[in-house]
């Protein structure tokens, strides 16, 4: 079993930046698939950034150029840089790896 513990989220204007960071813990860390999704209240979790034990990544049209996955397999952590952010991108934030989920890190934008 994977245990994930978030942190980064918080309050920030419109244009502004955040980094979200993940931990895992247990071993293999750089052999899984790590991935961030959001979600927002009365609507499904969508996935907003995905980056395979590759490399390759993928984004949500929504976030594509702004947004940026990476991950550290020495310190088990997958980070997602947030940049130009607005009040739409609002939501709580979930990492996943390997099938686990984080307990989640607000993000509000205030306009």
């Known amino acids: 079993q994977v245990h994930l513990v978030e942190s980064g989220g918080g309050l920030v204007q419109t244009g502004g930046s955040l980094t979200l960071s993940c931990v895992a813990s247990?071993?293999?860390?750089?052999?899984?698939?790590v991935s961030w999704f959001r979600q927002t209240p009365g609507k499904e979790r969508e996935n907003v950034a995905y980056l395979w034990s590759t490399g390759m990544t993928l984004y949500a049209n929504a976030v594509l150029g702004r947004f940026t996955i990476s991950r550290d397999n020495a310190k088990n952590t997958v980070s997602l840089q947030m940049n130009s952010l607005k009040p739409e991108d609002t939501a709580v934030y979930y990492c996943?790896?390997?099938?686990?989920w984080g307990q989640g890190t607000q993000v509000t934008v205030s306009s």
């Open positions: 247990g071993h293999n860390f750089n052999t899984y698939d």
């Open positions: 996943k790896v390997d099938g686990f």
